[in-house]
Nanobody, 124 residues
Framework: QVQLVESGGGLVQPGGSLRLSCAAS????????MGWFRQAPGKEREFVGA????????YYVDSVKGRFTISRDNAKNTVYLQMNSLKPEDTAVYLC?????????????????WGQGTQVTVSS
C-alpha cells in the first residue's frame, strides 16, 4: 500500500523557519518525482515545488524561490521542504505528493499519490 506521511508542521513567527518531512512507503522511491502542494483556507491548491528523480534538481513556484528548498534522501525514502523567511501568506496545509515516472510535473493531476497534509501557520 502506497503511503506518504508528512511531519514537521506547526506555528512559527514571520521570518522564522520550519522543515517538513515526508516519508514514502510502498513504492519504488528512485523513480518518483517528489514534491509539495499547499492549500490555504478559501484558496485553490497551489504547487510549491518538486525534486525530479531525473537530473537531481528541484524547481519551485516563483513565490517561494530563494526561501524554500526541497531535498530528498533516497536511502531513507524521504523528501524534505526547508522553509525560511516565512510569511503569513505561507500559512496553509502542506501536502506531500509523488509522481511516478514524470520528469517535471507541476499540475495536481500529474501527481499520483498524496499525503494527508500538515498544517503550517505563520503568525505573530
Amino acid at each position: 500500500q502506497v503511503q506518504l506521511v508528512e511531519s514537521g508542521g506547526g506555528l512559527v513567527q514571520p521570518g522564522g523557519s520550519l522543515r517538513l518531512s515526508c516519508a514514502a512507503s510502498g513504492m519504488t522511491f528512485g523513480t518518483l518525482t517528489m514534491g509539495w502542494f499547499r492549500q490555504a483556507p478559501g484558496k485553490e491548491r497551489e504547487f510549491v515545488g518538486a525534486f525530479s528523480y531525473i537530473g537531481g534538481s528541484a524547481y519551485y513556484v516563483d513565490s517561494v524561490k530563494g526561501r524554500f528548498t526541497i531535498s530528498r534522501d533516497n536511502a531513507k525514502n524521504t523528501v524534505y521542504l526547508q522553509m525560511n523567511s516565512l510569511k503569513p501568506e505561507d500559512t496553509a496545509v502542506y501536502l506531500c505528493v509523488a509522481s511516478n515516472g514524470r520528469f517535471y510535473p507541476n499540475r495536481a493531476r500529474d501527481f499520483d499519490y498524496w499525503g494527508q497534509g500538515t498544517q503550517v501557520t505563520v503568525s505573530s
